[in-house]
């Protein structure tokens, strides 16, 4: 199996895509076993982010692996229910992972590669990477999220010219729309994709999530209701442990010492 899962610093999984001769395809084998590896990640509360990458410096992922996963697809939609939506990776469903999730992204990102780029919260490409959501040239759309996260992320324009298209845009047309945040080297990859996890990692952990639920819902609720949803989570913070730490650390010029309570 070619899902690489490490741990690094005992809190953060840096899971890969280990099929460069594909360009990091995802058969229906390799779907799941992503997905086994996001589960595992979700369930583990030693673990406070996953890093996702691809290998070989070619491609971050270029999505299904046509000839297989395509077949699989077809199948579930002559007998599934009209209202199914089916997970890419473990990673493109609703509510699929609970915690921070960072892209980092080398090479072709494109088709369901790009949908699970969209599904982390935070992307950092290289200089040489290049986007494209290219479905509709083989008579299909991006069914991983990309119709929705896209547009929510990048911009209704954006959206529309990527997919309706299919073309394929480089780094800076990337960094540009929002698609990434920011852009670094080869070499620097890795790099700055740990010292963002542990920039998240050394913060509170209850803190962490209660902000990226309240982020993601940013983007689905009016925005009197998101306010409410904000104060109700500040609030929840504010009678916890770690908030008293994370004063007391601050005053008195010291690291916190977060429990997650």
């Known amino acids: 199996m ?13 899971i890969v895509v280990n099929r460069p001769d594909r360009h990091n395809a995802l058969d229906v084998e390799h779907d799941r076993a992503l997905a086994s590896a996001f589960q595992r990640f979700n369930e583990d509360s030693q673990l406070k982010v996953a890093i996702l990458s691809g290998s070989g410096g070619r491609a971050f992922c270029t999505g299904a692996d046509i000839g297989d996963y395509l077949p699989y697809r077809r199948e579930i939609a002559a007998c599934d229910a009209q209202t199914t939506t089916v997970s890419f990776g473990g990673l493109t469903g609703a509510h699929d992972v609970a915690k921070p999730t960072i892209a980092a992204i080398d090479g072709f990102c494109v088709a369901g590669g790009l949908e699970l780029a969209l599904a982390c919260d935070i992307r950092i490409a290289t200089f040489d990477s290049r986007f494209a959501l290219p479905e509709t040239r083989l008579g299909i759309l991006p069914g991983g999220g990309g119709t929705q996260r896209l547009a929510k992320i990048a911009g209704l324009g954006v959206a529309m010219r990527m997919i309706l298209t299919g073309e394929t845009f480089d780094a800076n047309y990337a960094l540009d729309h929002g698609l990434v945040t920011e852009l670094v080297s080869k070499e620097e990859l890795e790099r700055s994709a740990l010292a963002i996890a542990r920039r998240i990692v050394a913060n509170g952990p209850l803190a962490v999530l209660a902000a990226r639920r309240a982020i993601l819902a940013s983007s689905e609720l009016a925005l009197a209701d998101g306010l409410l949803l904000e104060s109700t989570l500040q609030r929840e913070l504010l009678l ?4 008293h730490e994370g004063v007391a650390a601050f005053l008195g010029r010291r690291p916190p010492v977060y429990t997650g309570s």
Request: hydrophobic share 35%; charged share 20%.
């Open 2 to 14: 070619s899902i690489d899962f490490q741990i690094i610093d005992q809190t953060i999984a840096h």
């Open 240 to 243: 916890t442990h770690d908030s």
